[in-house]
């Protein structure tokens, strides 16, 4: 899914088909070219429940991370290109995303294997969700992203009945911690060095 974090979940998740009626509303939502162009910028990770141990463990070493979408609306791609905190190193990484417009889902191939997830954008908070494997107990997941690094509150109630529709406890969410950030000043260093520095 999106940065890496979505890379290293779209990596590991089986491509899973979710018709489940239980979340239908975060799921099946179709992507339209105003989707496409409404996701097109600057995007903060800022949390996520799985229930895949694996991947929560990764998670666990994720301390920010950011990343930038720019859409191709003729080839229903993204790019993807993703400034990540681990461990207090910050990881560069690109990629392209596939968009199945009618599904409503985002897919990246890794080999030949395709990897799903299912985006449900709550504009009002320019935010939104990706959804793993909504259908199998032991290895769904819900992550979330916004246009800043803070969470406005109402999102994140709308995140927290997310997580529980999907039959999931909102105590299971893992939070991105913005202040161990390691990319954005890394990112301006180039260009204020140029100047201050000899
Ligand atoms: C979406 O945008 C593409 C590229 O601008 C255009 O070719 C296509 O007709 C648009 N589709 C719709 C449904 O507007
Ligand atoms: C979008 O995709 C089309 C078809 O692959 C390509 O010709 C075009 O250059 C791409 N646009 C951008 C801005 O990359
Ligand atoms: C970047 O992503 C590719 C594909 O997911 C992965 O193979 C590679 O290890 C990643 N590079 C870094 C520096 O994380
Ligand atoms: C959309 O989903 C259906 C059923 O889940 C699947 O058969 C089809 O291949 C998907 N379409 C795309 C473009 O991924
Ligand atoms: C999904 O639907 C359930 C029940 O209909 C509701 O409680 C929940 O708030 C909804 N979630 C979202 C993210 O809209
Ligand atoms: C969520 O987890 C907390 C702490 O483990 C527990 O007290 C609570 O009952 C759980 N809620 C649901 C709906 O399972």
């Not at 998740?13 to 996701?39: K, R, V, Y």
């Not at 301390?63 to 080839?75: C, E």
């Not at 190193?89 to 191939?109: A, D």
Request: hydrophobic share 35%; with cysteine.
């Amino acid at each position: 899914m999106a940065l890496r974090v979505a890379l290293v979940i779209l990596s590991l998740l089986p491509l899973l088909e979710a018709q489940n009626p239980d979340h239908a509303n975060i799921t099946g939502i179709p992507i339209t070219n105003d989707t496409m162009s409404w996701l097109s910028g600057k995007w903060f990770y800022l949390g996520s429940a799985l229930r895949n141990l694996e991947f929560k463990q990764a998670l666990q070493k994720i301390q920010a991370t950011y990343f930038y979408f720019t859409p191709n609306l003729t080839d229903d791609t993204i790019l993807l290109q993703e400034y990540q905190t681990v461990e207090g190193r910050c990881v560069y990484n690109s990629s392209t995303l596939g968009v199945q417009r009618e599904n409503g889902t985002i897919s990246k191939y890794e080999g030949t294997v395709e990897h799903v997830a299912h985006l449900k954008v709550f504009t009002k908070h320019r935010a939104f969700t990706l959804a793993f494997a909504p259908e199998d107990e032991k290895n769904r997941g819900l992550s979330f992203y916004a246009s800043k690094p803070d969470i406005a509150p109402e999102f994140l109630k709308e995140f927290q009945n997310a997580v529980k529709s999907l039959g999931m406890n909102e105590t299971e969410i893992i939070y991105t911690d913005w202040k161990k950030d390691m990319c954005s000043q890394q990112q301006l260093e180039p260009e204020k060095k140029t100047e201050a520095c000899p």
